[in-house]
């Protein structure tokens, strides 16, 4: 890890601001999936453990201004009964009687911000702000990769009012699998994108056509390649505007030796609300059927590639995941993946979605909790997160 982290702090005595990605889904005022709580728990136990206390801070949805149904209180409820101890909620994330109740906090105590995007000077990355929120706490410790890509006050600009600035261990976790994939994969290192639109992953596509040894493509997005080979796509989801960019991908690919596998069958129907596809090969899908699922010969294609692979990163269902007709593409994906001899990481809500559904999530080497800051990692691009943390000693 070239980030410090929160196994190097001395935290005896100290008050943590600890910055989660709490923003879990609510029903009839409760916690519905608690998947991202239960991923913070070594890290807040681990400083409970160092004798610390934890000031914990997240945002929850997108509210405007201070909305009670996105309030942190189911939350903290939730994360007392995971911890077996009481999680106080603070009235606001910054004022006076924050800050009072953030003083008297005592070693292996916790104290739960309320959701940071009351204030829309969260989201502005306002100095003044995050130095309110820095005085709530003698060092800093960032959990919370899924939000790193987002400049916001309590990922960036409170690193200027307050350090050392730490990765926590999930953090740390997310960083270092990334890292396996872009800075010194084992060969062959096999991409799948999936999902539905090329224009959504256009630059990575770019970005691992320099690094990968095989790009699999699937979903909506494979179809605007496929167009770009003169393929007749019918209805399906094409980007027409973005032909000319797949073209040059291909190309990219081709002079590069990137083996880039696109479907050759699939499931074709009249509409989304089909209750079944009709198998056809992806050189001739009939003007008036649209694509939704890849068919067998392709799960057959793509996973004799993952057959080869040592390293997998995946992002993005094979087809429309989300009506049973068509999940089946996805899920076999899934399964291949899980069989290949190889590190894998996936990433996305439909991803982890599929990998639960096939029974193989205890198979998938690494299953990051992030969506957009998995993505734009695997881009390339610095996320403000991470870059905010200090370096390693």
């Known amino acids: 890890m070239p980030k410090l982290t929160i196994e190097q702090l001395e935290l005896a005595g100290k008050r943590v601001f600890l910055r989660a990605d709490l923003n879990t889904p609510l029903a009839g005022g409760q ?168 224009s959504d992953k256009l630059a990575l596509v770019a970005h691992l056509l320099a690094r990968v040894d095989a790009l699999v493509i699937g979903g909506g997005m494979a179809f605007t390649f496929l167009l770009a080979l003169g393929h007749a796509v019918g209805r399906s989801l094409v980007e027409s505007d973005r032909v000319e960019t797949a073209r040059t991908a291909l190309d990219t690919a081709r002079r590069g030796g990137v083996r880039l596998v696109l479907p050759v069958d699939v499931l074709a129907a009249s509409g989304l609300d089909s209750e079944s596809g009709r198998l056809v090969g992806v050189r001739g899908i009939p003007a008036d059927l649209m694509a939704l699922d890849i068919g067998p010969r392709t799960v057959e294609a793509f996973a004799a590639e993952l057959r080869t692979a040592r390293t997998i990163a995946w992002n993005g269902p094979m087809g429309v995941f989300e009506r049973a007709p068509f999940a089946g593409g996805t899920v076999a994906i899934a399964r291949a993946v899980a069989a290949a001899p190889a590190f894998s990481v996936i990433g996305g809500g439909d991803t982890i979605a599929a990998v639960a559904q096939a ?17 734009e990692y695997l881009e390339g691009r610095r996320l403000p997160g991470v870059e905010a943390l200090a370096e390693a000693a």
């Open 31 to 198: 916690v519905s999936d608690d998947t991202r709580l239960r991923a913070v728990l070594p890290t807040i136990r681990f400083a409970l453990k160092a004798g610390a206390a934890v000031v914990l801070a997240s945002h929850l949805g997108r509210p405007k201004g201070r909305a009670p149904e996105f309030s942190m209180r189911p939350i903290a409820e939730r994360l007392g009964a995971l911890l077996g101890q009481p999680v106080e909620l603070a009235p606001d994330c910054v004022g006076p009687e924050t800050a009072a109740r953030a003083q008297a906090l005592r070693p292996g105590e916790i104290l739960l911000l309320e959701n940071l995007r009351f204030h829309p000077e969260e989201e502005k990355n306002d100095d003044a702000f995050a130095a309110e929120l820095a005085a709530l706490a003698d060092c800093y410790v960032n959990d919370a990769f899924a939000a790193a890509h987002r400049a916001h006050a309590s990922i960036d600009a409170i690193t200027r009012h307050l350090r050392p600035a730490a990765a926590g261990l999930l953090m740390q976790q997310e960083l270092s699998a990334l890292a396996r994939i872009l800075e010194a994969p084992a060969r062959p290192l096999v991409a799948i994108l999936g999902g539905a639109k090329v």
């Open 359 to 375: 029974g193989v999530t205890d198979r998938i080497g690494y299953i990051s909790t992030a969506g957009g800051a998995f993505l």
